[in-house]
């Protein structure tokens, strides 16, 4: 029966060149299709952020498997390459439900796939990027995990093309004493160097010259600022709002 | 094929939850042949309940009474509100029968995607009710979902201030369920919210 299937499916893939992949990937945000159809927006490993139609996604039996964060087994399956399609899923690992109970990773969760859904392009694969989210993950059921999510936010910016260079002072070369970035061009500018400026320039945090984090609230808010600075800038446009209140939210309950 | 009046009926039924074009033509063949017993009594009775439907000006409720008819009952507890997210969670809730205490419907989740704020939901009204003397427990009975705790962790905060005690229903294996059908995500709360028999 199963031979009998696969062949036909052969068939028809040859008279109709029926568009197929089969990936794995991460549910960013769903929208409602219709009265149970679930519009899924997934980061893929191999077809990067992909959307597709999933029939009875919203059904109260299904609805837990698409929820943002969720790690799934997929396939993918259209007419032609550049129709929506719809996707077949099997649930692999339920992170969603990680956080359920943990306000604060929650929020960071959140804030985390809608910046992917805003900033990424659609079909641009990019495996690091989805081995870094996977991190994220990771890291977010851990005690310090605010940090981590500042440096995947640092990442993203650098595989999006916009990497601030914090290496060495701009203006000195030199590698030490690097306080500062510079807002226009993203490079880290030495003590000596920022003093004059201070006040225009961005705040370099010290945990993100190392690993390991002191515990430093305001080097915490300082990382926030900077990569919420370059994200709004270059990723989103300048546009006020670009930025999730999810992660307003989180820092503010993190301050 | 038909006058304008049951295409219009058609293209409205089509429209319902469960109902495509073709049950909608279904239903409205069956009303038809059913003029006097059925079609002019549910017309009736829709155009009643659309002009005494209103919105409960305590908990957000639907009814034909303002306050709603569960705010008015006397010997429900005063001192227990049940937070859901909509009209339908607290008819479910009702139709379990094992809540005694009021309801507060927020109207939805708190979602980035979706553009809905804490502006949109009914919250600021829940804080009123939760800030009065007679209330001592809040129950947050929110979806287990992302957009659902997400929801509820914010209600939590905005309720910090008012004297009463919250709580939120459990997460875990559903009653008849069994652990080889769920998922790590389930079972890991499931753990997590283990108690001592």
């Known amino acids: 029966m199963v031979g009998i299937r696969s ?6 893939r040859s008279t109709y060149i029926i568009m197929e992949w089969i990936d794995k990937g991460y549910v960013l945000t769903t929208r409602y299709h219709g009265e149970n159809s679930l519009i899924v927006s997934l980061l893929t490993e191999k077809n990067g952020k992909s959307s597709g139609l999933v029939h009875g996604g919203g059904s109260s039996k299904r609805r837990g498997i698409y929820q943002p964060g969720n790690f799934l087994d997929i396939i993918w399956k259209a007419r032609l390459p550049d129709h929506l399609g719809t996707y077949r899923c099997e649930l692999i690992r339920s992170h969603a439900a990680n956080f359920l109970d943990a306000p604060l990773p929650l929020l960071a969760l959140s804030s985390a796939v809608i910046i ?43 595989n999006l ?18 306080t500062h970035v510079s807002p226009k061009t993203g490079k880290a500018v030495s003590e000596e160097i920022a003093r004059p400026y201070a006040d225009k320039l961005l705040v370099l945090p010290r945990f993100l010259l190392k690993s390991g984090f002191d515990e430093d609230l305001r080097d915490l808010i300082n990382g926030f600022a900077l990569t919420g600075y370059f994200l709004q800038r270059h990723v989103f446009g300048g546009k006020p709002d670009a930025l999730p209140i999810q992660r307003e939210r989180m820092i503010a309950a993190l301050t | 094929m038909s006058g304008n009046e049951i295409e219009q009926l058609i293209k409205l039924f089509a429209r319902l939850p469960g109902l495509g074009p073709r049950s909608a033509r279904r239903v409205t063949l069956f009303l038809i042949k059913r003029r006097e017993s059925l079609m002019l009594p ?26 709603c008819a569960i705010c008015n009952q006397e010997r429900r ?13 607290l008819w479910a809730m009702e139709r379990a029968g094992v809540f005694s205490g009021r309801y507060h419907v927020l109207g939805g989740t708190l979602s980035a995607i979706d553009g809905r704020g804490p502006e949109e939901l009914n919250i600021a009204q829940l804080v009123e009710r939760a800030s009065e003397q007679f209330v001592e427990e809040v129950i947050l009975a929110t979806s287990a979902t992302v957009d659902g705790q997400t929801t509820a962790h914010y209600v939590s905060d905005r309720l910090t201030n008012c004297d009463v005690t919250i709580s939120r229903l459990a997460h875990g294996v559903p009653v008849g369920g069994e652990l080889d059908y769920l998922d790590d995500g389930t079972i890991s709360a499931a753990l997590n919210a283990r108690r001592t028999l």
């Open chain 1, 7 to 12: 062949s036909c499916d052969q068939i028809l």
């Open chain 1, 116 to 158: 992917l859904e805003r900033a990424l392009p659609e079909r641009e694969p990019d495996r690091e990027l989805f081995k870094k989210f996977g991190l994220l993950l990771k890291v977010l059921r851990e005690v310090d995990w605010a940090p981590s999510y500042v440096r995947w936010e640092l990442d993203l910016l650098t």
């Open chain 1, 161 to 178: 093309g916009f990497g601030l260079d914090l290496s060495k002072c701009a203006v000195t070369g030199c590698a030490e004493e690097l």
């Open chain 2, 42 to 67: 549910i017309a009736n009775a829709l155009r009643l309940a659309a002009e005494a439907m209103v919105p409960c000006s305590l908990c957000g409720n639907i009814d034909t009474i303002d306050p």
């Open chain 2, 77 to 89: 507890d005063r001192s227990q509100i049940c937070v859901v997210e909509d009209v339908a969670d």
